[in-house]
């Protein structure tokens, strides 16, 4: 096998654990009532914390 072949199974799980991470801020940010930690989990889920 080689690397290339192996790109679209990568790209496959890269989104995977993309999503899944993004769908987690996204349920913590409506759980949690602190605001500080509703602008971190906001930034995250943007991905602009710059």
Known sequence: ???A???P???SAN???ESAG???ATRL???TAD???K???ACVIARDCG
């Open 22 to 24: 993004r769908l987690l």
């Open 15 to 17: 989104v995977t654990a």
């Open 5 to 7: 072949a192996a790109l």
């Open 39 to 41: 602008e971190l989990l």
């Open 35 to 37: 605001p500080e930690m």
């Open 29 to 31: 940010h409506t759980m």
């Open 9 to 11: 199974p990568t790209l």
């Open 1 to 3: 096998m080689t690397s």
